[in-house]
């Protein structure tokens, strides 16, 4: 039953409407659990019915849901007050959804998503392939080179949205029937919190390798210390960027003091920001 839900879980967007948005591929990937727990057939009709209604929450943290659901529905059809267990499922299942759609966003759109195009972009610098950012360069490059970058990137992704996807669905079916149920599985501020130092990590060296290569490549066409401000300015940005955010500014404070910044080193200070690095 497990498995196979799992399973259908990777196609709970591919019923996805305007109208009730993932609800055919949520009664899609509960089916399996409602054939074992309804045998009868009109049972088994009225069950997937209630599953009809208007679903939405993050595709990869919809198992949490799905698993707390089918433990319901399992303990309804075995209890003597079905009709009262069944009452409370809908408020369960919309609180769970709009939990999970929030903490899902924040860990896959917000941090994963990014981190991918960062992992792809650390092997193909690891490896020597950096037409990424020389787009002049004639080199040949290993196609195995040119395919693992996103490979890396991919699978980076994947293993979290595959072990979120079973971790879920079991930790859902242990603790189903609370409201929240799966929201003290894993610390979630914590682990958003160690997704943002990693990319931010992950940005800070693709900064110092991509402006060091540059201040390289430009050693001899300016002053000494133009190496050094090469790469200075783009690793103070993203300091001010952390330190702004720990602060509890917004991004656009930290946008404002690097205009100002600019201004200030371009204007009065008569640096030319395009030979600097071009």
């Known amino acids: 039953m497990f498995f196979k839900m799992f399973l259908r879980s990777f196609f709970i967007q591919a019923g996805w409407n305007y109208?009730?948005?993932?609800?055919?591929?949520?009664a899609f990937c509960l089916q399996p659990a409602l054939e074992k727990i309804y045998p009868d057939r009109a049972k088994l009709k009225a069950a997937m019915l209630r599953h009809l209604q208007i679903f939405n929450t993050q595709p990869y943290m919809?198992?949490?849901?799905?698993?707390?659901?089918?433990?319901?529905?399992?303990?309804a059809a075995a209890g003597p007050d079905q009709e009262a267990c069944l009452k409370t499922m809908p408020g369960v299942k919309?609180?769970?959804?709009?939990?999970?759609?929030?903490?899902?966003?924040r860990i896959f759109w917000g941090r994963l998503k990014p981190m991918t195009a960062q992992v792809c972009l650390l092997v193909w610098a690891a490896g020597g392939f950096y037409g990424w950012l020389f787009t002049g360069l004639n080199t040949k490059v290993s196609v195995w080179l040119l395919m693992a970058g996103p490979v890396a990137g991919i699978v980076f992704y994947s293993a979290f949205a595959v072990h979120w996807r079973w971790y879920g669905l079991k930790s859902g079916y242990v603790c189903g029937g609370s409201a929240s149920c799966g929201l003290d599985s894993a610390n979630w501020p914590r682990l958003?919190?160690?997704l943002s130092t990693a990319g931010?990590?992950?940005?800070?060296?693709?900064?110092l390798t991509a402006f060091g290569m540059l201040a390289a490549l430009n050693y001899n066409s300016g002053r000494p210390g133009d190496v050094f401000l090469r790469i200075a300015l783009p690793v103070g940005v993203l300091a001010l960027h952390r330190i702004t955010r720990a602060l509890g500014k917004s991004v656009f404070f930290a946008a404002g003091l690097v205009?100002?910044?600019?201004?200030?080193l371009f204007s009065v200070f008569g640096m030319r920001p395009f030979r600097l690095y071009i």
């Open 19 to 26: 109208e009730r948005f993932q609800n055919l591929g949520f």
């Open 62 to 75: 919809a198992s949490f849901v799905l698993g707390n659901v089918a433990s319901i529905e399992e303990k």
């Open 94 to 105: 919309q609180a769970l959804a709009s939990s999970f759609a929030s903490i899902g966003d």
């Open 192 to 194: 958003i919190r160690v």
């Open 200 to 207: 931010f990590l992950m940005s800070v060296a693709i900064a």
């Open 259 to 264: 205009l100002a910044f600019s201004v200030l």
